[in-house]
């Protein structure tokens, strides 16, 4: 059986495994922004006491190891008498990990736009719910875009570290695949490929757009 693993079984259960990096990194970024939206919210408009346990949010997923987030979130969980598999347990720590981070892109973003325009459009009877969505949300976007999609790739790179709680990924894959073909640099060259297809063109174009957007800032 084990001299029998040809390349293509190696590439071929290399795309399958592929398949769930993608997943659990689409999983990450979306759960991510939509747990962010109501925190960006709060943090813009909820007062000086819930800014800052808000900012503590940030502090603590930005502060520790992704990896240690990934253990508790798997064995910590486990001692409440809470069973989670391996895919749950690796969703919700990348999906808090993501939201930490693009808190503090959105809310930079937004806080980069001149304060001129929040009491202009004050002064105007808009709302602080029309002038966000109307005159802010708008330009903040355009700053915003492109650190998201830079951001994007260490998703994508850290749900290599969910191979660390059993999830297979590419990357358990990998480790899975070595020790059943006893070709490591074979394997990890592949999985390393792998990471680039799905890394390089996020990165190339987070970079496309800050160029863009830097063009439109100095016409």
Not at 110 to 138: D, H
Request: net charge positive.
């Amino acid at each position: 059986m084990m001299a029998s693993f040809t390349d293509w079984d190696i590439v071929r259960n290399l795309l399958l495994a592929g398949r769930w990096t993608v997943l659990l990194s689409l999983t990450a970024f979306i759960g991510g922004a939509l747990v962010t939206l109501p925190l960006l919210l709060l943090r813009l408009n909820g007062g000086r006491r819930l800014g800052l346990l808000i900012r503590g949010y940030s502090a603590l997923f930005q502060g520790t190891p992704l990896l240690m987030q990934l253990f508790l979130a798997f064995f910590g969980v486990a001692l409440f008498g809470v069973d989670v598999s391996p895919w749950t347990a690796a969703a919700l720590a990348l999906t808090f990990y993501t939201s930490a981070f693009l808190l503090d892109i959105w809310y930079g973003s937004i806080r980069a736009l001149p304060k001129g325009q929040w009491e202009a459009a004050r002064c105007l009877g808009l709302s602080f719910g029309q002038t966000l969505w109307r005159v802010v949300a708008p330009q903040a976007l355009r700053i915003a875009i492109a650190p998201t999609v830079g951001f994007a790739v260490q998703v994508v790179k850290g749900t290599a570290l969910a191979s660390i709680i059993g999830f297979v990924e590419l990357t358990k894959a990998g480790t899975m695949l070595t020790n059943v073909t006893y070709q490591p640099f074979k394997v990890f060259a592949l999985v390393a490929l792998g990471y680039f297809v799905l890394c390089y063109p996020l990165s190339r174009y987070s970079r496309y757009l800050e160029n863009k957007f830097n063009a439109a800032h100095h016409h």
